[in-house]
Nanobody, 119 residues
């Protein structure tokens, strides 16, 4: 059973920074995807950044140049460094992992961590 636990959220002023971390149980980074999503009330969950199965990073246009995703395979952690935060970055941020096995896959989610950016 895969478990994901996010941490690092909080309240910050516009222009500030936060670093989110996702701790995963088990060695799940190989041949899997790992992503950060965010969600605000009444809206669909939005993909923010992540790693493809080949380890390539990708970012939503809205965060390019401000957010940086990284991972430590030895520690099974994935971080999201967020700089120059804007009020519109306010959301609950979720860690997501999709585990592939043969022709099947399964998605796992963390419980989420709140990020609030004040203007």
């Amino acid at each position: 059973q895969v478990q994901l636990v996010e941490s690092g959220g909080g309240l910050v002023q516009a222009g500030g920074s936060l670093r989110l971390s996702c701790a995963a149980s088990g060695n799940i980074f190989s041949s899997n995807t790992m992503d950060w999503y965010r969600q605000t009330p009444g809206k669909q969950r939005e993909l923010v950044a992540g790693f493809t199965r080949g380890g390539i990073t990708h970012y939503a246009d809205s965060v390019k140049g401000r957010f940086t995703i990284s991972r430590d395979n030895a520690k099974n952690t994935m971080d999201l460094q967020m700089l120059s935060l804007k009020p519109e970055d306010t959301a609950v941020y979720y860690c997501n992992a999709v585990i592939y096995s043969g022709d099947s896959s399964r998605a796992y989610w963390g419980q989420g961590t709140q990020v609030t950016v004040s203007s």
